[in-house]
C-alpha cells in the first residue's frame, strides 16, 4: 500500500500527456479543415472570375518557352503602350 502515491503521480502524468495529445491532434485538425476551407474558398472564387470574363492573362507561352501575345491584343503593338 506504500506505492499508492506513486501510482496517482503516473496515472496523473499519464493523463495529461494524454489530454495533451488529444489537444494537439483537436488543432491539428482544425488548421487542416482551415486550409482546406480556404483553399476551397479561392478556388470558388478564380472559378467564378473565370466565368464571367474578367480573368485575362496579357501573355501565354508557346511550346518553345517563347511569349505569344494573346489573341486579344492586337498583333501590331507588342506590349508597350
Same mark, same amino acid.
Given at each position: 500500500?506504500?506505492? %499508492? @502515491? @506513486?501510482?496517482?503521480?503516473? !496515472?496523473?502524468?499519464?493523463? @495529461? ?12 485538425? *482544425?488548421? @487542416?479543415? *482551415?486550409?482546406? !476551407? ?10 467564378? *472570375? ?20 494573346? %489573341?486579344?491584343? %492586337? %498583333? ?6
Amino acid at each position: 500500500m506504500g506505492y %499508492s @502515491t @506513486t501510482m496517482v503521480l503516473n !496515472l496523473t502524468f499519464l493523463a @495529461t500527456l494524454g489530454a495533451g495529445f488529444v489537444f494537439f491532434l483537436w488543432h491539428l485538425l *482544425i488548421f @487542416t479543415i *482551415i486550409l482546406v !476551407l480556404a483553399d476551397a474558398g479561392r478556388l470558388a472564387a478564380l472559378t467564378l *472570375i473565370a466565368l464571367s470574363g474578367r480573368y485575362r492573362t496579357k501573355h501565354r507561352e508557346g511550346s518553345h518557352g517563347r511569349v505569344i501575345p494573346n %489573341s486579344r491584343q %492586337s %498583333s501590331g503593338s507588342r506590349g508597350r503602350r
